[in-house]
């Protein structure tokens, strides 16, 4: 069975445990949508340093990317 069909089956008061076992699956996105603003902030920073201290926003753009895999685990 596909997702279109369970959803269908969802609309039609059909399949209620299938639904809650697919949200099981779901990402949050409450946490992903924060995560994924913080990591845009600490790019901004990290691109805004690289005039000043290209070490500093090396090390602050890694940080972001470490943030973006988190924000994938969310």
């Known amino acids: 069975m596909d997702r279109s ?8 008061g059909k399949n209620k445990e299938r639904w809650e076992e697919e949200q099981k ?6 946490w992903h949508k924060i995560i994924s603003f913080i990591k845009s902030g600490v790019r901004i920073v990290g691109y805004a340093f690289i005039p000043f201290n290209l070490v500093v926003a090396t090390i602050i753009l890694i940080f972001s990317e470490v ?3 988190i924000e994938e685990l969310v």
Do not use: E, L, T, V
Request: overall charge positive; cysteine-free.
């Open 25 to 30: 699956h779901m990402p949050n996105q409450k």
């Open 5 to 12: 069909n369970i959803y269908r089956d969802i609309f039609n």
């Open 67 to 69: 943030i973006g895999i």
